[in-house]
């Protein structure tokens, strides 16, 4: 029986050279190039790997990486787009939150576990998208089914013959009754449906708590014994559409399958995102309850390094994931990780602190920027909003001031200051339809002014 590779590159990365994919990171994070290059030739170094010959392609191992800068300057942003880019399965998760061995926190184990989730969800969405036209056709015959119950089929007569055919009127009525679920004349009706339960008794959560880990396992191993049980339900039929066209598509992917390439996307394009690492660094042991970061250090080696972490699903080798480490290391340095895992993310790149500059192309360049974010946002109250250039690098000099004075946070002072800048119309706006309103240097001063000044109340407020 042959057998097919899952695919595993869906986004064909061959069409995107290095520069090609700082291009597109460039529509969604300002500045940080050194950065992009590094995880641009990163990605592409996958695609590299995939071309060897297949004796040489296990022994390529990622080039992991280490990013360096203060908080707010892009790091997470890279990591995430670069994985939305890749349609790479994509964790991030904080270092600071795992203990050694899961003693009084998480395994660090559990980072290939949920990524497996959440690769599984990955390829079941695409599964489901290919599927969704089918699944609807089948669910509107059967929410027909439900609305006009078919006629019971005459018994053969005497000797064997077959009955006479029905009347055609049950053909016709169920045309127009489709014909009106299709134009939405039905979505008043109300029909009634079986449908599952999938619920563990209250007792056996409860006494689980706050531990994540175990509810998860209870899940995995008493779901089974409580996910048989139907119950009736009345709902309005485009509800009972939409749960019955859910069920059909269920029905129509193949779910082993399903597995076997969220797995192998794990594998081969698993992309995980360790932040606040600098949090880990260091060999001194803590006393009491807390245990050491070096011992945190040393349950991540082996996943870094590459081992076999078993999931629900079945093994995941992490040999061939990528993992970006990121950290301010304001106190800690890269070397005070323990040089096995220092080893493990042989390219270190540092990110630089955002100027004036910056904050202004933060504001108006990408994609999603904040300025067209608010200006959608008020456009839905008929208001026009619109900065002046100078409106502009005034809210940018307040945030490079707001930063020097208290915490140093980078972008996302940005949102704090849009926030309260912007608070007096996003009260207002549904009583000005109609309304054309200019944010100049002017504005941003006077609606800032006090707080800018007052240090201990910009503290709290920006």
């Given at each position: 029986?042959?057998?097919?590779?899952?695919?595993?590159?869906?986004?064909?990365?061959?069409?995107?050279?290095?520069?090609?994919?700082?291009?597109?990171?460039?529509?969604?994070?300002?500045?940080?190039?050194?950065?992009?290059?590094?995880?641009?030739?990163?990605?592409?170094?996958?695609?590299?790997?995939?071309?060897?010959?297949?004796?040489?392609?296990?022994?390529?191992?990622?080039?992991?990486?280490?990013?360096?800068?203060?908080?707010?300057?892009?790091?997470t942003e890279i990591a995430r787009r670069l994985a939305k880019l890749a349609q790479a399965p994509f964790i991030k998760v904080e270092a600071s939150k795992f203990t050694e061995v899961g003693y009084v926190g998480r395994d660090v184990e559990s980072i290939i576990r949920d990524l497996t989730e959440l690769a599984i969800n990955m390829v079941k969405s695409q599964r489901l998208e290919t599927v969704q036209y089918k699944a609807e056709q089948q669910a509107e015959e059967r929410l027909l089914d439900l609305l006009l119950p078919p006629p019971p089929r005459p018994p053969f007569a005497e000797g064997g013959e077959a009955p006479h055919p029905p009347h055609d009127s049950y053909e016709t009525t169920r045309s127009k009754l489709r014909l009106q679920l299709r134009e939405g004349k039905l979505n008043e009706r109300s029909v009634e449906m079986e449908v599952k339960e999938r619920t563990l008794p209250i007792g056996v959560i409860s006494n689980v708590g706050g531990l994540d880990e175990l509810e998860s396992h209870l899940r995995d191993m008493l779901g089974g014994m409580f996910q048989g049980k139907k119950k009736k339900r009345l709902m309005k039929v485009p509800e009972a559409l939409k749960l019955l066209t859910q069920e059909e598509a269920q029905k129509l992917i193949d779910m082993e399958e399903v597995v076997r390439e969220a797995i192998a996307r794990v594998e081969q394009t698993g992309i995980v995102f360790l932040d606040e690492i600098d949090k880990i660094a260091g060999r001194e042991r803590t006393m009491g309850p807390d245990v050491s970061r070096e011992g945190v250090q040393r349950d991540l080696l082996p996943i870094v390094e590459g081992c076999t972490v078993n999931t629900k699903h079945g093994p995941v080798v992490t040999d061939h994931i990528l993992f970006i480490a990121a950290g301010a290391f304001h106190v800690a340095k890269p070397s005070d990780l323990i040089p096995e895992l220092q080893g493990r993310f042989p390219i270190r790149v540092e990110l630089h602190p955002l100027s004036k500059d910056d904050f202004v192309r933060i504001l108006t360049e990408p994609k999603g920027a904040l300025v067209k974010q608010y200006q959608a946002l008020l456009a839905t109250e008929g208001l026009t909003v619109e900065f002046t250039k100078d409106g502009l690098e005034a809210i940018a000099d307040i945030a490079v001031q707001v930063n020097e004075r208290t915490e140093n946070i980078g972008a996302r002072r940005l949102f704090t200051i849009m926030e309260r800048l912007l608070e007096e119309i996003s009260f207002a706006g549904p009583e000005w339809p109609d309304t054309v309103v200019t944010i100049t240097a002017d504005y941003v001063h006077e609606r800032l002014k006090d707080i800018v000044k007052d240090q201990d109340l910009s503290r709290y407020i920006l």
């Amino acid at each position: 029986m042959n057998q097919t590779t899952p695919n595993t590159d869906p986004l064909n990365l061959n069409t995107l050279t290095p520069r090609q994919i700082v291009e597109e990171l460039d529509r969604y994070v300002i500045g940080q190039k050194e950065a992009k290059r590094m995880v641009a030739i990163a990605l592409r170094n996958r695609w590299r790997r995939q071309q060897v010959p297949p004796d040489l392609r296990d022994e390529v191992m990622p080039k992991n990486i280490i990013m360096i800068g203060p908080t707010g300057v892009g790091k997470t942003e890279i990591a995430r787009r670069l994985a939305k880019l890749a349609q790479a399965p994509f964790i991030k998760v904080e270092a600071s939150k795992f203990t050694e061995v899961g003693y009084v926190g998480r395994d660090v184990e559990s980072i290939i576990r949920d990524l497996t989730e959440l690769a599984i969800n990955m390829v079941k969405s695409q599964r489901l998208e290919t599927v969704q036209y089918k699944a609807e056709q089948q669910a509107e015959e059967r929410l027909l089914d439900l609305l006009l119950p078919p006629p019971p089929r005459p018994p053969f007569a005497e000797g064997g013959e077959a009955p006479h055919p029905p009347h055609d009127s049950y053909e016709t009525t169920r045309s127009k009754l489709r014909l009106q679920l299709r134009e939405g004349k039905l979505n008043e009706r109300s029909v009634e449906m079986e449908v599952k339960e999938r619920t563990l008794p209250i007792g056996v959560i409860s006494n689980v708590g706050g531990l994540d880990e175990l509810e998860s396992h209870l899940r995995d191993m008493l779901g089974g014994m409580f996910q048989g049980k139907k119950k009736k339900r009345l709902m309005k039929v485009p509800e009972a559409l939409k749960l019955l066209t859910q069920e059909e598509a269920q029905k129509l992917i193949d779910m082993e399958e399903v597995v076997r390439e969220a797995i192998a996307r794990v594998e081969q394009t698993g992309i995980v995102f360790l932040d606040e690492i600098d949090k880990i660094a260091g060999r001194e042991r803590t006393m009491g309850p807390d245990v050491s970061r070096e011992g945190v250090q040393r349950d991540l080696l082996p996943i870094v390094e590459g081992c076999t972490v078993n999931t629900k699903h079945g093994p995941v080798v992490t040999d061939h994931i990528l993992f970006i480490a990121a950290g301010a290391f304001h106190v800690a340095k890269p070397s005070d990780l323990i040089p096995e895992l220092q080893g493990r993310f042989p390219i270190r790149v540092e990110l630089h602190p955002l100027s004036k500059d910056d904050f202004v192309r933060i504001l108006t360049e990408p994609k999603g920027a904040l300025v067209k974010q608010y200006q959608a946002l008020l456009a839905t109250e008929g208001l026009t909003v619109e900065f002046t250039k100078d409106g502009l690098e005034a809210i940018a000099d307040i945030a490079v001031q707001v930063n020097e004075r208290t915490e140093n946070i980078g972008a996302r002072r940005l949102f704090t200051i849009m926030e309260r800048l912007l608070e007096e119309i996003s009260f207002a706006g549904p009583e000005w339809p109609d309304t054309v309103v200019t944010i100049t240097a002017d504005y941003v001063h006077e609606r800032l002014k006090d707080i800018v000044k007052d240090q201990d109340l910009s503290r709290y407020i920006l």
